[in-house]
């Protein structure tokens, strides 16, 4: 059974930061590239940061500069850290997993962030 995990969401206010965790089980973790995705209400859901097997990264230009991601394979996690945080950010954030080859593409359940002005 495959389960990504994510806790870290919250009410912050705007200027504040947060850091997302992602713990998945039930894959090869050192196997997948990981990543970060959001989806505020009434909206699509979108890609904020990726980090691929390797290590390198990719963030939307919407967060650059503010939002890091990192993973540690034998923790089998993934973190989002997200400073200077805007009422724009608010959304649900979503840990996704996706292994090359057999192009599985799994999804945990979202954790919650709330950014007031």
């Known amino acids: 059974q495959v389960q990504l995990v994510e806790s870290g969401g919250g009410l912050v206010q705007s200027g504040g930061s947060l850091r997302l965790s992602c713990v998945a089980s039930?894959?090869?973790?050192?196997?997948?590239?990981m990543g970060w995705y959001r989806q505020a209400p009434g909206k699509q859901r979108e890609p904020v940061a990726t980090?691929?097997?390797?290590?390198?990264?990719n963030y939307a230009d919407s967060v650059k500069g503010r939002f890091t991601i990192s993973r540690d394979n034998a923790k089998n996690t993934v973190w989002l850290q997200m400073d200077s945080l805007k009422p724009e950010d608010t959304a649900v954030y979503f840990c996704?997993?996706?292994?090359?080859?057999?192009?599985?593409?799994?999804w945990g359940q979202g954790t919650p962030v709330t950014v007031s002005p």
């Open positions: 980090i691929i097997r390797g290590g390198s990264t």
């Open positions: 039930g894959i090869s973790f050192g196997a997948n590239d």
């Open positions: 996704t997993a996706y292994r090359p080859l057999l192009g599985n593409r799994y």
